[in-house]
């Protein structure tokens, strides 16, 4: 028997591998262009690795996401995959999960948890580099003045690991020198018409609005929305800075709309598939992978707008 030789502490070799290899993956929902791209890539990584894949979208909602995450373990598959809608309130469940010998991936975000072996890997961008970086590019583009810049933040869902570490990433960076001032922030729900939601709200609330740091690229168009309904021009009256790099988060860099866009790749099915695969086989895992990012303007948008497929 293969008992207890490794699923416990994380690592994955328990079932030998026969018959066809299942993933169960429950994705967050469908807010974003980021979103939607990113159940392309796990959807068309799973066909090309011959893995059978059982896919649950969560709506945006824990409950939902713990009863398809339930309904996969009842399913018996080879590994379970899941995108969580916050960090907090999974542990049970992967209690369970560990108690049917499944092992658990986690992708794009983060949990909360003392016990970091209730999963074998974690997949995803490191998002407090992101906040880190908007910061950066933003800040360096007021190098021609010495007065305090007033940002506005737009957030995601709250309690979502890109939520907490963008903004921090973005806080601390801007707390260095104390150039830029967060002079306040709203939640966007990483919707357009949430970001529009958002910007209006601030537009109504902040009397100096000098830049808005968008934690994704949609909330962003949104707020450049709410920004012209008010006769500001976005990218000059009013600086912006977004992350993810979707093909509209680019074109509206590219027209001058937005200023900094900073890439988070949702491409990450193959290195999914392949955590999956090894899982089946009894290889090797790295307990964390994450891809490369990129921070875009203008002109480099520019560059990668004619292959982007997202
Ligand atoms: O930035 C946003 C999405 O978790 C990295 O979720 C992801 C974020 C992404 O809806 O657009």
């Known amino acids: 028997t293969l008992a ?8 994955a070799q328990l079932r030998p591998p026969s018959g066809p290899i299942v993933l169960g993956f429950s994705q967050v929902g469908s807010e974003s262009g980021w979103r939607l791209a990113n159940t392309a890539s796990i959807k068309k990584a799973a066909e090309r690795n011959r893995v059978e ?30 995108s969580p809608v916050v960090e907090t309130g999974y ?12 092992p658990v991936i ?28 908007a910061a950066i590019y933003l800040e360096n583009d007021y190098n021609d003045t010495e007065e305090q810049v007033h940002v506005v933040e737009i957030l995601g869902s709250t309690g979502a690991t890109p939520t907490k570490l963008r903004a921090e990433g973005f806080a601390t960076t801007a707390s260095r020198s104390g150039k830029l001032r967060i002079v306040a922030a709203e939640t966007g729900n ?12 601030l537009i109504r609330k902040v009397k100096r609005i000098d830049a808005v740091f968008a934690q994704n690229d949609d ?24 992350v993810d790099a979707t093909k509209k988060g680019l074109e509206s860099l590219v027209a001058g709309k937005l200023n900094y866009v900073v890439e988070c790749s949702p491409l990450i099915g193959e290195q999914l598939m392949g955590v999956v695969v090894a899982i089946h086989l009894g290889g090797r895992i790295d307990k964390r992978i994450s891809p490369e990012q990129n921070v875009f303007d203008a002109v480099s948008a520019k560059d990668v707008l004619g292959d982007r497929q997202y």
């Not at 542990?91 to 499944?102: G, H, Q, S």
């Open 4 to 11: 207890g030789c490794g699923r416990e502490t994380g690592s």
């Open 106 to 133: 986690l992708t794009d975000r983060l949990i909360e948890t003392a016990d970091t072996s209730l999963y074998v890997s974690s997949i995803g961008a490191e998002f407090a580099a992101e906040g880190n970086l």
């Open 219 to 242: 909330m962003g168009l949104g707020a450049v929305k709410a920004l012209e309904a008010a006769g500001k021009k976005p990218g000059t009256d009013v600086r912006l800075v977004t």
């Open 190 to 201: 990483w919707t357009v018409d949430g970001g529009e939601t958002a910007m209006r709200r």
């Open 91 to 102: 542990d049970e469940v992967l209690r369970e999960a560990r108690a049917a010998k499944i």
């Open 53 to 82: 894949l059982l896919f649950k979208n969560a709506e945006g909602d824990q409950k939902r996401q713990l009863a398809d995450i339930r309904s996969f373990i009842r399913a018996d598959v080879t590994a379970i995959a899941f």
